[in-house]
């Protein structure tokens, strides 16, 4: 097995000083046209989204005892954290993997109150039964639905553990935070749901982290993390597609065929780290770029049925594909083409997550669609990060609509003297190829267009180009990031 040197540790999401607490603010939008995707890129909130991303991906990374001659049960898992319990593969040096345990309860009472929340707010789908009129855009009733979460969330968030965080700054922070948990479930205005939505979630986890909220659960090896994608980012994933399925919620600025997914993107990334390659507990490893755990399933068992539905529980990214399954029908290859490309994926989970790392910055932050409903506050400010570089020109930001009288290449500011233009540091630490230029490379995809892959153009079967045979489907499909080496 291929080593991988050492490396300075990961930065983690920083805490905010209790003794000098930021102006909290109710958040507002700021990007309102195609170049303020670009000021975007530079901001304290862009990089503190990729830290605290990166942050949690690790944690679900497998581990290997530390010191070879200590046997397996000298990986300790987390305290009190029965539902992230680690179990452990058979090799030769075993690896402890962290599944879902749909259903088993935590001991650590953050973890509790986030599930708590999430269990009422899926609750009020009760009090707003879907119209049964015929719909062919979203289901009204998800209006009534958000109406009482928004009623509803005050009281949520004053109760117990979260008001007692919350209530820093004389309340103040509940109304920034609260922004962000409300924008989480979807738009009431379109119907919608996507990965802008998702975001907001982070965003709101990402405030509570700052605020020390998680104080209670064990900063040792990741395992507060583990509690927190596991026990409260999967839940949330839940509570969401049932939402979807229930008010047959519109993916929100829907990619087509260039989507990873209609709705989702995080339990790729999650999920996708379960399964990679171990690396040592207690150790500054960074994450591995290919192999896989041994006992993990392939990455090709996405099309296959029976396997997806024996994996979805235990792991993120076979949960996402389940769901694919549930509200789709067809090939795999023809609703999910880049999902499918990836399956075809040789070198592993480890590269799959390295590339979902990449694919996640290219078309989730670095599009304006998605973007562009995200709001700035104190936590996750809009102020540009001292260390920020100029990001590169990707062709997401080559087209996007623009105001009046603007250019789309507005010169972005200029950092602050004697402060060189480094990558971001979340972006150094996923230990990526260099880009041809400074900074993290946003996008290596072509511009969106008609393709050999598209539906109207697909050769019909038994073709001297069907695409029955993988070689094709995969030529085809391409991922913008498939072709990295």
Wanted: neutral net charge.
């Amino acid at each position: 097995m291929a080593s991988v040197a050492a490396a300075a540790p990961i930065p983690t999401l920083q805490l905010v000083d209790t003794s000098s607490l930021p102006s909290f603010t109710k958040p507002v939008k700021r990007i309102h046209e195609g170049p303020d995707v670009k000021r975007f890129l530079t901001s304290l909130a862009y990089r503190d989204i990729g830290l605290f991303i990166l942050q949690l991906n690790r944690a679900l990374c497998p581990r290997l005892p530390s010191d070879p001659a200590l046997p397996p049960s000298s990986t300790s898992p987390s305290s009190g954290a029965a539902a992230t319990t680690p179990i452990t593969t058979a090799s030769s040096r075993k690896a402890t993997v962290y599944p879902l345990k749909p259903g088993s309860p935590t001991s650590v009472p953050s973890i509790q109150v986030l599930q708590k929340l999430l269990s009422e707010i899926e609750a009020l789908v009760e009090q707003a039964p879907p119209d049964p009129g015929p719909r062919r855009f979203g289901n009204v009733s998800f209006r009534a639905w958000y109406a009482l979460a928004e009623d509803k969330l005050d009281g949520l968030l004053r109760a117990g553990l979260l008001g007692e965080t919350l209530d820093l700054g004389g309340g103040a922070a509940r109304d920034e935070v609260g922004s962000y948990l409300l924008g989480a479930f979807g738009s009431a205005q379109r119907l919608d749901y996507g990965t802008g939505h998702e975001l907001s979630f982070v965003a709101f986890v990402g405030c509570l982290w700052k605020l020390g909220f998680f104080k209670d659960g064990s900063d040792m090896d990741g395992s507060i993390e583990r509690e927190i994608v596991l026990n409260v980012f999967e839940p949330y994933l839940r509570v969401v597609r049932k939402l979807i399925l229930t008010y047959n919620l519109e993916p929100a600025g829907s990619h087509g065929v260039w989507g990873l997914d209609d709705h989702s993107f995080i339990a790729y990334i999650f999920g996708s780290a379960q399964l990679t390659r171990p690396i040592h507990a207690s150790s500054t490893d960074p994450m591995p770029l290919e192999g896989s755990v041994p006992g993990a399933p392939r990455p090709s068992d996405v099309t296959n049925r029976a396997v997806v539905n024996a994996q979805r529980q235990s792991n993120m990214y076979f949960s996402a594909i389940g769901f694919i399954y549930d509200v789709k029908t067809g090939p795999f290859w023809e609703h999910s083409p880049v999902l499918f490309d990836i399956s075809g994926i040789r070198d592993g989970w480890g590269k799959i997550n390295k590339g979902m790392i990449k694919m996640f910055n290219a078309e989730v932050l670095s599009k304006f669609p998605v973007v562009q409903h995200f709001p700035f506050g104190s936590l996750f400010s809009w102020d540009v990060d001292p260390h920020a570089s100029t990001p590169l020109q990707s062709v997401h930001m080559a087209n996007q609509p623009i105001a009046a009288g603007t250019s789309a290449h507005a010169p972005m500011p200029a950092p602050p003297p004697g402060v060189g233009g480094t990558a971001a540091p979340w972006a150094q630490a996923t230990r990526m190829p260099p880009p041809s230029g400074p900074g993290i490379p946003y996008t290596t995809a072509n511009p969106p267009g008609p393709r050999s892959g598209t539906l109207g153009t697909r050769p019909p079967p038994g073709s001297t180009t069907d695409l029955g045979s993988t070689t094709a489907q995969i030529t085809v499909t391409k991922a913008p990031w498939a072709r990295d080496t």
